[in-house]
Nanobody, 122 residues
Framework: VQLQASGGGLVQAGGSLRLSCAAS????????MGWFRQAPGKEREFVAG????????DYADSVKGRFTISRDSAKNTVYLQMNSLKPEDTAVYYC????????????????WGQGTQVTVSS
């Protein structure tokens, strides 16, 4: 399994970015895709998750109403649309996948992408 995250960058507060995570290496039916982030000096934290069927979605409270997770099954790609970005959203963002349900615990995820840096300036 390979996950390739992209789309990070530098944006001003209030701006938007869309992250992509291209998945390959197996069929992902029954899997969930999660987005996590890790700021300097902080633990990796859950941002959003989606079942590969798209039927179940979950968000961290800190991003609800601002971020939207979605997937394109035909392209084997999961997206994270991030709007109304704040300086506290600055972090390296990772996509990850696991079998079964969405959980916010990083250690539960088996495969990880390489991370993409998101920097929000004030």
């Amino acid at each position: 399994v390979q996950l390739q995250a992209s789309g990070g960058g530098l944006v001003q507060a209030g701006g938007s970015l869309r992250l992509s995570c291209a998945a390959s290496g197996r069929a992902f039916s029954g899997y969930v895709m999660g987005w996590f982030r890790q700021a300097p000096g902080k633990e990796r934290e859950f941002v959003a998750g989606i079942t590969w069927s798209g039927g179940i979605i979950d968000y961290a409270d800190s991003v609800k109403g601002r971020f939207t997770i979605s997937r394109d099954s035909a392209k084997n790609t999961v997206y994270l649309q991030m709007n109304s970005l704040k300086p506290e959203d600055t972090a390296v963002y990772y996509c990850a996948t696991k079998w079964g349900g969405i959980v916010p615990t990083p250690h539960a995820y088996d495969y990880w992408g390489q991370g993409t840096q998101v920097t929000v300036s004030s």
